[in-house]
């Protein structure tokens, strides 16, 4: 099969889908720029014409409103964010209006919209183009959350996404961009909510989010050559994220790390870990442990850059942790 | 209202010093950051406003220190023009201990208590409101403090500026709006993004005055923020400014970024013509200034920035142990 970047898979879903699609459309601030959306929408305006894909002005709140509000009058919006922390500012229409629709009224009425932010981290950008802000949306009832990690995920979760009906949020992180995979030539879905088992192995369940399953990835390399047996599990969807396939990892291996780029306090690590030891405390034969972010803005300068971001060393020590301190085996 | 109809006095001699010697300041300052940023020794995002140093500067003069200013992305003529210091400024942009935030907040984000200088971030538009707020404060703590949003055009596309605007008005608040029009929005033209060209209009809209400014003439935007803020130390109200200018560098670091978006060659070539920098010497070589005073002036302000290039780069980097540091503060904030 042929290798695509993570971000020419997000281009050709969007151009599939915009070429399958009438009522596709494409809204948000650098649609046309490369600054912002890397390869990942390039020359779509001029191949789609700049009437469905629309590079907005600064005005987030109006824009995703807008896109709303078009698809509940029948289009199928995506709209895009160039950094998650300029939607911020659209959190009204986000939260109490997108998420709240079907259900206020008794689902007579669907936002079948994409909501399309990138996390931005590093490169001495500082606290307010950094932020992973996952667990806020997964919080929300009425919201899906997804977080391609691969390049075939990218392009799959995105259709699916865009055929899903729901209020969709899909986060891709701009450190995957180059990232290479292989990538089917036509429109696939990946099932939103179900996550998926990179590698098997025995001793210690390893779920990880986005980024992170790519450092875990490189993490497992390390951890085989010490004969440790790690099931890495990418989850794909954190909003709904699949319990069953994580618990029945849990209950063959009776350890779990999470690791997730993002604050450890409230996140989606702390969620995770929550429901395994609710549902299936007897499985586990050491205490969770989670590989997240301090809970501190991230700072700018490279130094304190350097100390702030987690990847594959920390994931490492945590599963060496995880079995030092594991009280059955 | 035409603010510009009222009587103003003519600036002296050293005045208009004052303000050339403070553009060129940041013109230099500018300058180093954006070769800095090409050879890669600074490596946080800096965006330069050579072309609109009259702004800043025209406003800034005409505040007191406990006047307040909140910037955005592009803030270095803010910080400097307000008495920010510069060599906490390039450290920052080193990301060093001894800059404004420690180290923690880079070119976008800049701090001077002292000076009036409470927090620039680059979250469009997202300093208005605090703007507003200042104001606020100063009406309810009786003082006569004058609060002064900058602004880019791209800002007004953005809710909390007609929302700023409002609550200024609506409660008389000491708020001066100056909207940097320098017909940009990252990639985008103001006629990518307005039918009309028409920022100003906004202010008769919420009942405030709104005045259009060549903002590349120093004295012009001198004398009329002059207006607005005796306006509103006088307790009658907020103004906006729409002062037209342009940024000869792109949106972020030291290319001009001609070919993106749109071509702006030509735009740049006449807009360079009008350099806010050549036009007050222009003002004072008709007054006598020689070419040797102007020399030695940029040979001071050299001197100066060159100091503060080499007091960035010895400090020290921030120590890992300072990673959890503020994100609270301890007792009374
Ligand atoms: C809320 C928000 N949305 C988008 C951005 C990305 N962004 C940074 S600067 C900028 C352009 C702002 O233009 P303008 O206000 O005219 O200021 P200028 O850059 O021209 O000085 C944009 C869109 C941001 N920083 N914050």
Request: proline fraction near 5%; aromatic fraction near 6%; include cysteine.
């Amino acid at each position: 099969m042929r290798t695509l970047s993570y971000a020419q898979a997000i281009r050709e879903a969007h151009a599939q889908l915009l070429a399958e699609d009438p009522r596709v459309f494409l809204i948000g601030q650098g649609v046309r720029n490369p600054w912002y959306a890397g390869t990942s929408l390039q020359d779509l305006d001029k191949e789609f014409g700049a009437h469905r894909v629309i590079d907005s002005p600064v005005s987030e709140n109006a824009t995703t409103g807008t896109a709303i509000g078009a698809a509940i009058t029948g289009m199928r919006p995506i709209v895009f964010h160039p950094r998650m922390d300029f939607m911020l500012l659209a959190m009204d229409p986000i939260m109490n209006q997108a998420a709240n629709w079907s259900y206020l009224f008794a689902g007579r009425v669907s936002v079948p919209v994409v909501i399309r932010a990138v996390i931005n981290r590093g490169g001495e950008q500082g606290a307010q183009h950094s932020q992973a802000l996952q667990a806020l949306f997964a919080h929300v009832p009425g919201l899906k959350v997804v977080m391609p990690a691969t390049p075939y995920d990218a392009k799959g979760l995105l259709v699916a996404a865009v055929r899903d009906g729901n209020p969709v949020l899909y986060i891709d992180d701009r450190w995957l961009y180059d990232l290479q995979g292989e990538v089917p030539e036509g429109l696939y879905e990946v099932p939103i909510g179900a996550a998926v088992i990179r590698r098997s192995g025995r001793d210690v369940t390893l779920l990880a989010t986005s980024y992170m399953a790519s450092e875990a990835s490189k993490a497992v390399e390390m951890l085989t050559q010490r004969g440790i047996d790690v099931e890495l599990i990418d989850v794909r969807s954190v909003k709904p994220w699949d319990r069953n396939l994580v618990y029945s990892s849990v209950g063959k291996t009776g350890r779990l790390v999470i690791a997730d780029a993002a604050w450890i306090s409230g996140g989606t690590a702390a969620e995770i870990a929550a429901s395994v030891a609710g549902e299936i405390f007897h499985a586990l034969k050491a205490p969770i442990v989670r590989v997240c972010l301090p809970d501190a803005p991230a700072p700018t300068s490279a130094v304190l850059e350097q100390a702030y971001y987690i990847g594959a060393e920390a994931i490492v020590s945590a599963v060496e942790k995880v079995l030092v301190s594991s009280t059955r085996s | 209202m035409n603010l510009q109809d009222t009587h103003v006095t003519p600036l002296s001699h050293d005045q208009l010093m004052s303000l050339l010697w403070a553009m060129q300041r940041i013109r230099v300052a500018e300058e180093r950051i954006g070769e800095l940023v090409a050879t890669r020794e600074v490596r946080t995002p800096c965006h330069l406003s050579i072309g609109q140093e009259a702004i800043p500067v025209g406003v800034c003069t005409v505040l007191r220190q406990d006047d307040t200013v909140w910037g955005g992305h592009r803030s270095h003529g803010h910080y400097l023009a307000k008495g920010g210091d510069l060599r906490a400024m390039m450290a920052e942009i080193f990301g060093k201990v001894t800059g404004c935030a420690r180290g923690r907040g880079g070119s976008m984000h800049l701090v001077d208590p002292a000076q009036g200088i409470f927090g620039t971030v680059p979250l469009v538009g997202a300093t208005i409101p605090l703007a507003v707020g200042a104001g606020l404060s100063a009406t309810l703590r009786g003082t006569d403090h004058v609060a002064v949003a900058f602004f880019g055009d791209g800002a007004t596309d953005e809710g909390h500026f007609h929302e700023s605007l409002n609550l200024a008005a609506l409660y008389r608040l000491p708020v001066l709006f100056v909207c940097e029009n320098n017909l940009y929005s990252t990639h985008l033209t103001l006629k990518d993004r307005r039918v009309k060209d028409n920022i100003v209009e906004s202010a008769a809209l919420h009942g405030l005055p709104g005045v259009v400014v060549d903002g590349n003439d120093v004295t012009a935007v001198y004398q009329a923020a002059q207006q607005a803020v005796d306006r509103a130390r006088a307790g009658e109200g907020p103004t906006l400014l729409e002062c037209r200018t342009y940024r000869w560098r792109g949106h972020v670091g030291p290319a001009a970024d001609l070919e993106v978006g749109t071509d702006r060659r030509r735009e740049l070539d006449d807009w360079q013509r009008r350099d806010p920098i050549a036009h007050c010497r222009g003002l004072l070589n008709a007054q006598g200034l020689s070419s040797e005073v102007f020399e030695r002036l940029e040979t001071e302000i050299r001197r100066e920035i060159d100091e503060a290039v080499s007091f960035a780069r010895q400090s020290p980097a921030p120590d890992e142990s300072e990673l959890l540091q503020y994100v609270y503060v301890r007792g009374e904030g």
